[in-house]
């Protein structure tokens, strides 16, 4: 018995019409490919011919002159006379501060909102589900402005809100107290860093061998000398001191402490209320997602409730959570940019001024567009390899 | 053989157990079950009634018992007097033609609030299932011509106004649903774009979509102020809310094809060689076959972004367009009322408000009836 090969049809001669898919197809890239070739260098020409006229030269070369813009909040040390380079990182500094934060406290308030919409409690449930509702429904814009104004209509320094002793609320923003971290502290927090990374290993490799022999190892010594012992001891060792600086007022302004000026603090809590909202949602819908038979299942099966949400139920909900989860983290980061609208100078209000400076147009929107793009796709890297982490495993 | 052994006797049939005994009456079951449920569930009850009551007293002292309503003219003393204790309700009577409409001129006003009427008229009959044919596209290009008439006038005896005095209202719906009526098309075409088997096209679709989608509309904005004159030929100059429509487009047009493109994946394969087989071609195939049922399964995601959408058009005041954001901030201005932003601020976020939480009701009413149909 001979096998015969399934044998692949001729290909078909190519006929130079439009009814032949393969040359209709080749027809159609070629013209939208050309079409966009031409509506580029149609304006890249004109921009070419209008820099030209109006004298401004392109490039990135203003990067390295003297800025002169103040920047008032800034956490890395910057003055006037820095190059534009240096008010560009500052700027994204800013960014990512105030969407690092953000995310962290929107995650946090969206989760506990999104559980309080499912609580048996009636009046819990009501009051979240109007929190979704009214933040939601307004432009970012709007409350943004809204925060600001009421911020702006705190009283003076000097009749500052006390709700707790060292905290202070006026309209020079919240005054919170503050650890001064020198040297030594920094190599404490180094210890707790490596303590934790050491000990997560560790403790994978006690749940491996677990899986091995069934027998428990416990992992709380290792918790206790890793997390706990180290760090004290490094700083006892290094003298480390950790007295907490309470802010002062003095004349018309605070000393010490660590100040949250009005505008970041504004934008801080827009961001944060209405990014949450979201959140919200995500966790409700994503909590329902889970069939009431798991975790009745699990009941069944005698696991403690506690147990229950953390291995049965949320693993689950993570699933359909996370992916919509990156996308509110992308739009809180992109909505930072609301910050030049109330003064608070992040990327984009500085690539503002510096475009009203110099008029390097192209060249201020290119770096935005840069920044923004980079960020995005570091969370978009970073959630995508979470959500392949927690992804389902099938055998 | 012997008969099947032991079969099971009928038991003696059980009557129903009674119910429950409710303890006290209807009001009482229900908030034992639902506020007093267990000892935490009453705490947090009581806490939250407590901070409920808290708010509500200093809204209504502020707000309602405390509020200043009406002043003469410009005299606002007796509101400043107040200042911190009660509201100005005051600015909202005095500033309200403003608000809504800008520096459209004074006596002609009546054309914007026609306009914002035909809008809200328009949207209501899209959004009922019935209109849904094709004579609702007509419907959609006859209104929006008849807006754009109106507007600018120029004929049968209306004043020609110029887009830089149109304002308010008028000018956040023109934003929004202009940028929706051409963003929706274009958003077809690149999802389209996206999911064909040219290489050329589709690089360029994904290109266009990510490009816009990673980067914050602001930016768009400020690329549609200040780099878009830059790009034009000498002597051409573009008007600047229309450049700002233009950058709205081109946003609305990328995450609208991201909506449409979940869609056409939902679109089962048989449906498209069914098509084939028919003989149709591409576009034949797309429109009649495919488009219709991928639209249908992502319209609750689709007004979801309407709302989106609709909430960003407030972004062009930072590029100084009379929108209906822009029309409030300058409103308080004026000396006068300088310090009343609050008041003015919760009658813009009313209207805003109302209008996005009737398409959100909407889209959970269309969710519903889909999972019961």
């Known amino acids: 018995m001979t096998t015969s090969t399934p044998k692949r049809p001729p290909a078909r001669p190519w006929r130079l019409s439009l009814s032949d898919p393969r040359v209709a197809g080749l027809f159609w890239q070629i013209l939208v490919v050309a079409i966009a070739v031409a509506i580029v260098a149609f304006l890249w020409s004109n921009a070419i011919h209008n820099l030209s006229v109006r004298r401004i030269s392109t490039g990135f070369a203003f990067l390295g002159r003297e800025a002169g813009m103040p920047i008032a909040d800034s956490w890395i040390d910057y003055t006037p006379k820095d190059t534009y380079l240096r008010a560009f990182i500052v700027g994204v500094v800013n960014t990512l501060r105030v969407a690092v934060i953000g995310i962290v406290l929107a995650t946090v308030i969206g989760t506990l909102v999104g559980i309080a919409r499912l609580s048996s409690n009636w009046l819990l449930a009501r009051l979240a589900a109007v929190y979704v509702e009214v933040l939601r429904d307004l432009p970012l814009l709007l409350q943004l402005l809204f925060w600001y104004v009421l911020m702006q209509g705190l009283p003076a320094a000097r009749q500052a809100f006390k709700p707790v002793e060292g905290v202070y609320l006026s309209n020079r923003g919240l005054i919170l107290p503050s650890v001064p971290l020198h040297e030594a502290n920094w190599w404490t927090i180094l210890a707790l860093v490596a303590g934790l990374i050491v000990f997560t290993f560790l403790r994978r490799r006690l749940i491996a061998q677990q899986m091995l022999d069934g027998r428990a190892r416990p992992a709380w010594p290792y918790a206790l000398g890793l997390v706990v012992a180290l760090p004290v001891l490094v700083s006892f060792l290094s003298g480390a001191s950790w007295s907490i600086t309470l802010p002062e007022l003095r004349g018309f302004n605070f000393v010490g402490g660590l100040t949250l000026a009005p505008e970041y603090f504004a934008l801080l809590i827009a961001l944060v209320t209405y990014t949450s909202a979201f959140i919200a949602e995500i966790v409700r819908s994503g909590i329902q997602a889970v069939p009431r038979g798991q975790s009745e299942a699990a009941k069944a099966l005698g696991l403690k409730r506690g147990f229950v949400l953390q291995h049965i139920v949320l693993p689950q909900a993570l699933r359909v959570i996370i992916p919509p989860m990156t996308s509110q983290y992308l739009n809180l980061t992109k909505n930072s940019s609301l910050a030049v609208a109330v003064g608070y100078q992040d990327i984009v209000s500085i690539a503002n001024t510096t475009l009203n400076q110099t008029g390097q147009a192209i060249e201020s929107i290119a770096l935005i567009m840069m920044v923004f793009l980079t960020i995005s796709l570091g969370i978009s890297l970073f959630m995508n390899w979470y959500n392949a982490r927690i992804a389902l495993v099938e055998r | ?373």
């Open chain 2, 1 to 373: 053989m012997s008969s099947v052994a032991h079969v099971p006797q009928d038991p003696l049939p059980i009557g129903p157990r009674p119910a429950p005994r409710a303890l006290g009456g209807h009001l009482t079951a229900w908030l034992r079950a639902n506020l007093f449920a267990s000892i935490p569930s009453s705490i947090m009850t009581l806490l939250l009634l407590f901070v409920l009551g808290k708010a509500c007293i200093a809204f209504w002292q502020w707000g309602i018992a405390n509020a200043v309503w009406i002043v003469s003219g410009n005299d606002t003393a007796a509101c400043r007097a107040l200042r911190g204790v009660g509201a100005c309700w005051a600015v909202v009577p005095e500033k309200y033609r403003f608000i809504l409409f800008g520096t459209y001129p004074f006596d002609e006003q009546w054309r914007p609030a026609l306009a914002v009427l035909i809008f809200i008229a328009l949207f209501v009959v899209s959004s009922r299932r019935s209109f849904w044919r094709k004579e609702l596209f007509l419907l959609w290009a006859a209104a929006l011509i008849v807006i754009g008439c109106l507007m600018w006038g120029g004929f049968l005896g209306l004043s020609f106004v110029t887009q830089d005095r149109w304002g308010g209202l008028p000018v956040t719906l023109i934003l929004a649903t202009f940028g929706l009526a051409f963003g929706f098309p274009l958003g077809i075409l690149v999802a389209l774009g996206r999911r064909s088997k040219l290489p050329a096209i589709r690089s360029l679709c994904v290109l266009y979509v990510e490009l816009i989608r990673g980067v914050p509309l602001i930016s768009l904005l400020f690329m549609a102020s200040v780099m878009f004159p830059l790009f034009m030929p000498d002597g051409v100059n573009i008007d600047k809310l229309l450049r700002a429509q233009i950058a709205f487009i081109l946003y609305a047009g990328a995450y609208l094809a991201e909506v449409v493109r979940g869609g056409l994946q939902a679109v089962s394969r048989g449906q498209y060689e069914a098509a084939d087989a028919l003989g149709l071609s591409y576009w034949e195939k797309h429109a009649l076959i495919v488009l219709p049922q991928a639209i249908r399964h992502v319209i609750p995601p689709l007004v979801n972004t309407f709302i989106a959408f609709f909430k960003d058009t407030s972004l062009v005041l930072i590029i100084g367009i009379f929108d209906l954001l822009t029309t409030a901030k300058t409103a308080i201005v004026d000396p006068a009322w300088q310090s009343f932003s609050v008041e003015v601020y919760l009658f813009v976020g009313v209207i805003y408000f109302v209008f996005c939480f009737a398409m959100s009701r909407y889209s959970r009413s269309l969710e519903a009836q889909r999972t019961q149909g």
